[in-house]
């Protein structure tokens, strides 16, 4: 895969046997990549990813306006989900040792 540097915008470049170029912003974080026909030069990419710069900043400007989710403290009724589910944790404390790993039924 190769790579396209536009100031500090770092794109991938993968040339297949496709018809028609595809330009994809991932999240979370705005990587860029550029898929295109095999036929296409790679000065052609160039200019095609600079003339679509204002849309690529759009769409990484989106990302980073995304609420993520908190960091956990694991703490009573703290949300979790599992499965698509949510779920409310429970914490239970007990003054014992954790129970060594041979002993932890599977």
Same mark, same amino acid.
């Given at each position: 895969?190769?790579?396209?540097? =536009?100031?500090? =915008?770092?794109?991938? +470049?993968? !040339?297949?046997?496709?018809?028609?170029?595809?330009?994809? +912003?991932?999240?979370?974080?705005?990587? +860029?990549? &550029?898929? #295109?026909?095999? $036929?296409?030069?790679?000065?052609?990419?160039?200019?095609? #990813? &600079?003339?679509?710069?204002?849309?690529? $900043?759009? !769409? !990484?400007?989106?990302?980073?306006?995304?609420? $993520?989710?908190?960091?956990?403290?694991?703490?009573?009724?703290?949300?979790?989900?599992? =499965?698509?589910?949510?779920?409310?944790?429970?914490?239970?404390?007990?003054?014992?040792h954790?129970?060594?790993?041979?002993v &932890?039924?599977?």
């Amino acid at each position: 895969m190769k790579e396209l540097n =536009l100031g500090e =915008l770092t794109i991938e +470049v993968e !040339q297949k046997d496709i018809k028609n170029l595809h330009l994809s +912003v991932y999240p979370p974080n705005g990587q +860029v990549r &550029i898929a #295109a026909p095999t $036929r296409m030069d790679l000065d052609t990419i160039r200019v095609y #990813a &600079i003339s679509k710069l204002g849309w690529i $900043r759009q !769409q !990484q400007k989106k990302f980073d306006a995304q609420e $993520r989710e908190s960091p956990r403290e694991y703490i009573n009724r703290e949300r979790h989900y599992f =499965l698509g589910k949510r779920y409310l944790m429970k914490v239970l404390e007990h003054n014992a040792h954790p129970p060594s790993k041979s002993v &932890i039924p599977i």
